[in-house]
Each structure stands twice: as C-alpha cells, then as structure tokens.
C-alpha cells in the first residue's frame, strides 16, 4: 500500500541516482584494482555530494535558521541564498586527477576522475543547469549566482 503523505525530494531522488551509479563503479574498480581503491570510486561518485553541506551552511550563516536535516534535503537554501558554491562539483577537478594520473600511473588519480566525471555527468542531465554550470571557474567568475547557473527554462 502506497502512502501518499510521503513526499520523496528531487535530492532524494538524485542521490538514489549517484548510489546506483557508485556502486557500479566500486564493483568496476573493485574487480580491475582491489576493494580499496573501489571504495575509493564509490566515495569519489556518491559523498563528493557532502560538498553541498558548505552552501547549506552559508544558508545557515543568512537566515540564522538551525540545521534542519529535512530543511537539508529539500535543497531550496540555493534559491533562499541566491548563491550555488558546491566546490568539489568541478569539470577543473576531472581534469586535474586525470592529469595526475599521466603523471603519476597512480590508479588513484584515474579512479577519483572517472568517479567525479561519472557524478557531474548525472547531475549535468538530472538537474536543471546551465550547460557550463559545472566548471567552477565559470560559477566563480559569475559569483555563484544561482540564476548565471541554473537554466531559465
């Protein structure tokens, strides 16, 4: 039986979407480089979330508001701030680990890069963003204003 009083939020349901996609690739690098570094994927694709606590804490800064898990969750402090930070949500990030990899051949740096890729190419299709949303260079040089990057539509 459906209880219709239960509301699942849209990150509730991304986040459904980024542990399906980090278990994939722990039990992918799991099986090519050991457990280890397959938690190493599945941290690098589910927690790099954890960056969103920072935007809810300057939301916490604003309004004086205490932390509210559900508050959390319902993610509206983006709009309530006008600012969207999420520092580790960065294309420059990809790009640096996998550089670090051609430099190093430490399995880490590719594992981590492919990781963070396979997460900002789900929220680049799950969420409502501007094409450039991603690269942290472009959100700093508009501020982090949430309307330079959330789509008008």
Not at 21 to 42: E, M, P, Q, R
Not at 93 to 98: D, H, K, P
């Amino acid at each position: 039986m459906l209880n219709k009083g239960v509301k699942i939020s849209y990150l509730w349901v991304t986040e459904l979407i980024h542990l399906f996609t980090a278990l994939i690739l722990f039990l992918l690098f799991s099986n090519f480089f050991g457990i280890s570094v397959g938690l190493l994927a599945f941290l690098g694709a589910f927690l790099i979330d954890g960056d969103h606590m920072f935007d809810y804490f300057v939301y916490i800064l604003k309004t004086k508001d205490p932390f509210n898990f559900k508050r959390f969750f319902q993610a509206n402090y983006f709009d309530e701030t006008g600012k969207i930070f999420v520092l580790l949500h960065s294309w420059e990030l990809v790009v640096a680990f996998v550089a670090l990899y051609f430099v190093s051949f430490s399995a880490v740096f590719l594992v981590l890069g492919v990781s963070i890729l396979v997460h900002l190419i789900v929220d680049q299709f799950t969420n409502h963003v501007n094409l450039l949303a991603y690269f942290l260079t472009w959100r700093a040089i508009n501020k982090f204003d949430v309307n330079a990057v959330c789509d008008k539509s």
